[in-house]
């Protein structure tokens, strides 16, 4: 009985909408490798489709600074995140519904590893960055969701307006 258990959990884990994939620092040249797939909140890009360069800044306080910012529909910012806290943290675009199931399991299993385009994993005084086009209106968010730090309020939102 505890194989067919393992073997559902494993299964149910091979579904999810991410890769299983080192949680550490993503070189930005082994995301461009990747192929761009489009999410409600957008598309990975490249450096040259870059529009607007944008500053977040981490801390051990658990908050984002700025913890909100504007972009219009189309609009491609390349998001330089700088870990200014002594832990490490992350930087996960999507929706709140996404953000927030994502957490959950995060709480779960506190050694879960994964990479995707929309991410960054920042470790203390390290500096990461995420090109993204933000091809569809509407409000999104991003967050940390390492084990306690989206719990404690390590969120933070975007609106995308149309043009």
Not at 67 to 93: P, R, S, W, Y
Not at 120 to 135: C, E, K, M, R
Request: glycine residues 8%; proline residues 4%.
């Amino acid at each position: 009985m505890n194989k067919l258990t393992l073997v559902a959990a494993l299964a149910a884990l091979s579904t999810l909408s991410f890769s299983v994939l080192a949680h550490g620092e993503a070189e930005d040249s082994e995301r461009s490798m990747m192929p761009p797939e489009q999410k409600a909140w957008g598309i990975g890009a490249i450096e040259e489709q870059v529009d607007r360069e944008l500053i977040i800044r981490m801390h051990d306080n658990m908050r984002f600074t700025p913890d909100h910012f504007e972009v219009a529909e189309g609009e491609t910012l390349k998001l330089v995140i700088k870990n200014e806290g002594k832990m490490l943290h992350e930087l996960v675009l999507g929706t709140a519904a996404e953000l927030e199931e994502h957490a959950a399991l995060m709480a779960k299993f506190p050694g879960m590893e994964h990479d995707e385009p929309y991410m960054a994993h920042v470790g203390a005084g390290q500096t990461q960055t995420l090109i993204w086009t933000f091809n569809r209106a509407g409000r999104f968010d991003f967050a940390c969701l390492l084990p306690g730090h989206f719990q404690a309020g390590m969120v933070g939102g975007l609106d995308v307006s149309t043009r």
